[in-house]
């Protein structure tokens, strides 16, 4: 059964399609450590679901989906850092983002490069 979506998905979906495009413009200028994203409404703060959503229809990358989580997740008061790993280079090389917490990374053998603080 699809579930509709609720006034805080739907608002969050709407910051979240801001919040990716501002990444987006950022990453593409060379920003990192300095970025500047707008501040979800409290409207939004119970749309989780919208988020996703925007972020996997868009294919945000794993590193523009982080920071847009956790600037969302800050906001709910769910701070955390976004972790970037690689691979060792002997083996197949590779780099994935992901939210300290979060366990995808690690199980796919990342080891953590560096992280990125929320300021």
């Given at each position: 059964m699809i579930r509709l979506p609720r006034p805080a998905d739907l608002a969050a979906a709407v910051w979240a399609l801001c919040a990716l495009r501002a990444v987006r413009a950022q990453l593409a200028a060379g920003e990192l450590r300095e970025l500047r994203l707008p501040a979800p409404r409290r409207s939004t703060l119970g749309g989780r679901r919208g988020v996703k959503l925007v972020l996997l229809?868009?294919?945000a990358s794993c590193l523009e989906g982080?920071?847009?989580?956790?600037?969302?997740?800050?906001a709910?008061?769910?701070v955390r850092?976004?972790?970037i790993g690689v691979?060792?280079?002997?083996?197949t090389?590779?780099?994935h983002a992901w939210l300290e917490g979060e366990r995808d990374g690690e199980?796919?053998?990342?080891?953590?490069?560096t992280r990125?603080?929320?300021g």
């Amino acid at each position: 059964m699809i579930r509709l979506p609720r006034p805080a998905d739907l608002a969050a979906a709407v910051w979240a399609l801001c919040a990716l495009r501002a990444v987006r413009a950022q990453l593409a200028a060379g920003e990192l450590r300095e970025l500047r994203l707008p501040a979800p409404r409290r409207s939004t703060l119970g749309g989780r679901r919208g988020v996703k959503l925007v972020l996997l229809a868009r294919r945000a990358s794993c590193l523009e989906g982080a920071l847009v989580r956790q600037r969302f997740g800050a906001a709910c008061g769910d701070v955390r850092d976004v972790v970037i790993g690689v691979r060792n280079p002997a083996e197949t090389f590779g780099a994935h983002a992901w939210l300290e917490g979060e366990r995808d990374g690690e199980l796919l053998g990342f080891r953590v490069l560096t992280r990125v603080t929320l300021g």
